[in-house]
């Protein structure tokens, strides 16, 4: 190639390194594949089959969950079964002599994928993505059919392998992560995932030696010509700084026969690297361009960070300098949608996250989502990555086959990811055999050879011969068992034990009051100081965590709350709610980062709603500050340095962390606290807590402020928060359990309500925990307007609107198909009723009859509009009726039962009358848990009897136990 030339395209190139997507599109098409989709729960005959008519499914978008879920859905009560997806698409005949391949992100947990009825693979596992080959079967010019066949059943042959009725958390089913169609020319740069080539695929960045004068850049880079002709290429490898200035570059020439691959290794000099690292986290693109008699055939860029990594017995260092990691584990799944995140929903996690004090994130159980890692490249978190596993191993031969294979393709998936610091190559918690870990860790070894790999499993005698980074080194005396040996401790700060309703242990949730999320930080700063005793929230393996002096660093137990197959009741473990709302947790453990790190800067949270006259005269507050003041109706109640509260709990103190201040005001007063924090004597941050008026007087609707991008691209999605407040505006927080406010909400404009109309998830009725409720928003295509309306019923309102704007995504052309209804809008065989103007029926006055008797309690508390009351029946024989006799006939839309107790679970049905003669059954037998608060809608156009039938309890020697009974209906 003559220079001149060569020279003016790397100028241009050069012009679009800050717009990869416009580089990409010189020589390779990454088509947006995620929205069109039709779906259909259950299994079809003949659903692959082009002619199918599809015309009564559903309307969706990927990421997608093959069931909208309620939000306490534990208890093995997720959907497990068959799922069916298709989308036609069309392209131009400009297609001919390109290699078109379809790359899913993630599948739970078996995909048959066919195209235009031809069955093209299966593929099992639902946590590493897949690539299809569809080249010799699409039809350019005119429609063709996709389809996938997705089935999330147990299966003990697929990591993690347990049955769901006994995992720790949920197998939500579901094309669940993008999907892209990808065409290139013949001769292209492979994907890692369809290449299948140890150590090798697509393209592999090392960095043997990194420092801040020099870093030494290996890449290996796999090109394929898939053509009928052997040629000629040159590879050119272009490293670019964020500002798109060239700081190294390779050149390769390479003879390539038809149908052949090649490995192109390059070496590249850095002078004066910008480090990757928690509190910079600078990433570079590496340009790869292949061209094909001087012209480019293929293109990609790969963000890349340069940055060294060492784990010696003190802790961990990164560049060469220690770094303590305070940690949380992340479970992947959300409200309503299960793991069907998108990609901005995934950096709202890892900006939270880090928002939150930590510098480092372990994706327990599974890989998660590639925009998960992405986001944790760009926010500076630091990732241990675990295969599938939890509790579970069996012999079987196809078993311990994909655990291997499970391994290959995560470090192939993830290997350039610079935030992946540690790979956790072995099955959590579970009875690995010593052969099985030596194989686990060499077929690591193998994938990423080098220095820079590191591999973890609990310290053991079969695990402590293979692995180099171990968790849980101690003894349960306390001893160091291996001093040698790296240590972090992977799990902290919940316990199997905790009950969150009790509201006096590790688990705390704002369904309850701030009693429960007080309590969490006090057994979690325990913890942290070294304490072991399980009755004050420590354990022996945790390693005594702060009060350890060599200790790496920690990862609490959880970053959020999280629903699971094996409980009915929600763990709320998290320092997170489920839908990602922070708890007092969260704040305290924000407060372990230096003030003066401008990553993190200085805080101050006060751990009360000051609405508690047996708790608030002790206020607990949050803070990194040099000291902090307390003002209670602006009158000064005291002054706390961090000097003198190190001594509450001295060994966090000694690892640079914040113990919480306690202030001792005396007594209670209901009104305005105020927290001061101080920096070298001035005021650099403050928080206000108020008392609420118990009275509702209006909502406020609230977007997380880390959700600052609103795309209209068919996928993304907005959560929101809609608070009842006071005339003051101050969130009305529970003063005592149970306590909660229903209400409508509507969104009308470019986005749709996630379970909009579906009655079974009963998305657009909300109901609070703590005043708080929350929806989810998927965005349409086109940019506009959306707007967001709630309605507390006869109480208030409130209002939002927002704008999203146009995507640069290019997608998937649409082929002809019929015109479905997006499953948001409505669902197949369910009723959709407008409960917005209806009030709630006061039952104060109603009769209430229970038979075979009420027992010794009187069975108006059910009615009494008081969840801290609660009916008990007598222990007695199955069915028990309870009816009420509301005086007047009413239309009625909907009713809902507190239950007693999380942990039962009741089967009960619901009939109305309106003689007290002739009953007519609105809502069939169902088993629910203790948990589902949710309100039940009814269609009773005229009924002044409504009687609950409770046909079963679990386990069988609990008793009936109701808080509430609430009718609604005019």
């Not at 992100?105 to 995909?111: K, L, N, P, S, Y």
């Not at 700081?247 to 290794?265: L, P, R, W």
Request: glycine share 8%; proline share 5%.
């Amino acid at each position: 190639m003559p220079l001149l030339k060569f020279r003016g395209l790397i100028i241009l190139l050069l012009v679009h390194i800050s717009l990869p997507s416009q580089l990409a599109a010189q020589s390779r098409d990454v088509l947006n594949l995620n929205t069109n989709w039709a779906f259909h729960r259950g299994d079809v005959t003949g659903a692959e089959k082009k002619t199918f008519n599809d015309k009564d499914w559903s309307g969706i978008s990927i990421p997608h969950v093959m069931r909208i879920e309620k939000k306490h859905n534990g208890g093995n009560q997720v959907y497990q079964g068959v799922g069916w997806y298709r989308r036609y698409f069309r392209l131009p005949a400009a297609y001919h002599d390109k290699r078109i391949t379809l790359c899913f992100d993630g599948v739970q947990t078996t995909a048959e994928v066919y195209l235009n009825g031809q069955r093209l693979t299966t593929h099992t596992g639902g946590y590493i993505g897949f690539v299809v080959d569809i080249t010799p079967y699409i039809i350019l010019g005119e429609d063709n059919v996709l389809a996938v066949r997705v089935t999330n059943t147990d299966n003990a042959q697929i990591p993690p392998g347990k049955p769901q009725a006994n995992l720790d958390f949920n197998y939500f089913g579901g094309i669940y992560r993008n999907v892209t169609l990808l065409a290139t020319e013949k001769i292209f740069i492979s994907h890692p995932l369809e290449a299948n080539k140890v150590a090798g695929g697509g393209v592999f960045i090392t960095y043997p030696a990194a420092d801040s004068n020099t870093a030494a850049a290996h890449i290996k880079t796999n090109i394929v010509n898939a053509g009928n002709q052997p040629t000629d290429i040159l590879l050119k490898t272009t490293l670019v700084d964020s500002n798109g200035i060239v700081v190294a570059t390779a050149g390769s020439q390479q003879h390539m026969n038809a149908h052949t691959d090649k490995d192109i290794e390059q070496s590249l000099t850095i002078h004066h690297p910008q480090l990757w690292h928690p509190d910079h986290p600078y990433l570079y693109r590496l340009v790869s361009v292949v061209y094909h008699h001087h012209t480019c055939a293929d293109s990609l860029i790969t963000a890349t960070g340069i940055r060294n990594i060492a784990f010696r017995p003190d802790g961990f260092y990164i560049n060469g300098e220690k770094l303590y990691l305070r940690g949380a584990n992340r479970h992947q799944a959300y409200e309503y949608i299960g793991d069907a995140a998108p990609d901005n929903m995934q950096y709202m996690d890892a900006l939270q996250l880090k928002k939150g004090g930590f510098n480092a994130v372990r994706a327990a159980h599974y890989p998660q989502s590639p925009a998960f890692l992405d986001a944790c490249d760009k926010t500076g978190l630091l990732v241990i990555e675990c295969e599938p596993g939890w509790q579970f191993f069996s012999k079987d031969a196809l078993f311990t086959a994909n655990t291997y294979r499970d391994i290959r393709e995560m470090i192939r998936r993830d290997r350039n990811h610079p935030s992946v610091f540690l790979w956790e190559t072995s099955l959590n918690e579970s009875p690995t055999p010593e052969s099985w870990m030596q194989q686990a860790v060499q077929t690591a070894q193998a994938e990423m050879p080098g220095q820079q790999l590191f591999v973890a499993d609990d310290y053991n005698a079969r695990s402590k011969n293979h692995y180099n980074v171990s968790y849980k080194v101690v003894n349960e005396d306390g001893s160091d068992p291996m001093p040698s040996r790296p240590f972090l401790t992977r799990e902290w700060g919940d316990s199997w034990m905790a009950d969150a309703e009790k509201e006096s242990g590790l688990r705390a949730s704002r369904i309850y009051t701030e009693k429960g999320l007080i309590n969490q930080c006090i057994f979690r700063q325990n913890a942290l100081n070294g304490e072991t005793s399980e009755e004050l929230g420590g354990y022996w393996d945790h390693g005594g965590l702060d009060a350890n002096p060599r200790i790496g660093g920690y990862f609490v137990w959880s970053y959020n709350d999280y629903t699971r197959g094996s409980d009915a009741v929600t763990a709320f473990s998290g320092v997170v709610d489920l839908d990602r709302y922070e708890k007092f947790s969260y704040y305290q453990l924000q407060a372990m980062q230096d003030a003066r790190n401008p990553v993190y800067g200085p805080m101050v949270y006060i751990g009360s709603y000051n609405n508690q006259p047996a708790l608030d005269s002790n206020i607990i507050v949050f803070s990194n500050c040099d000291a902090v003041q307390l003002y209670r109706n602006d009158q000064l109640c005291g002054e706390i340095t961090r000097a003198q509260n190190a001594a509450s709990a001295p060994f966090v103190a000694a690892k640079g962390g914040s113990p919480y201040f306690t202030f001792h005001t005396g007594k209670y007063e209901a009104g305005m606290l105020k927290a001061v924090g101080l920096l070298n004597g001035k005021a650099v941050c403050t928080h206000t807590v108020r008392t609420p008026d118990r009275r509702p007087h209006h909502l406020e609707i609230e977007i997380p402020a880390n959700h600052t991008t609103f795309l209209a691209d068919g996928s993304s999605m907005t959560p929101f928060y809609v608070k009842v407040c006071d005339k003051n505006g101050t969130l009305i927080s529970n003063s005592k359990p149970g306590e909660s406010f229903f209400m409508r909400v509507r969104v009308s404009g470019e986005g749709t309500l996630i379970g909009g109309q579906m009655s079974a998830p009963n998305v657009s009725i909300l109901y609070t925990e703590g005043g708080i409720a929350y929806g989810l928003i998927q965005h349409t295509t086109t940019p506009g307007e959306i707007s967001i309306s709630a309605t507390v019923l006869d109480k208030g309102t409130g209002h939002l609107t927002f704008k999203t704007k146009a995507s640069s995504t290019k997608y998937v052309p649409d082929g002809t198909h019929h015109s479905w209804l997006h499953e948001n809008k409505t669902a197949p065989m369910e009723h959709n009723t407008d409960t917005s103007t209806l009030p709630l029926i006061d039952l104060r006055d109603a009769a209430v009859a229970v038979q075979p008797g009420p027992g010794k309690e009187s069975p108006l508390r059910m009615t009494d509009e008081n969840t801290t009351t609660k009916w008990t029946a007598d222990a007695g024989k199955l069915p028990l009726s309870i009816t009420l006799d509301l005086k007047k006939t009413y239309t009625l839309a909907g009713s809902r039962i507190v239950w007693g107790k999380d942990s039962d679970w009741y089967t009960y049905s619901i009939s109305v009358s309106a003689n007290g003669s002739d009953w007519v059954e609105v809502k069939s037998a169902e088993r629910v848990s203790g948990q589902d608060y949710k309100v039940v809608l009814l269609q009773a156009p005229s009924a002044r009897y409504v009687r609950y039938t409770i046909s079963g309890i679990q386990p069988e020697s609990s008793r009936i136990a109701i808080k509430e009974i609430l009718v609604y209906g005019k």
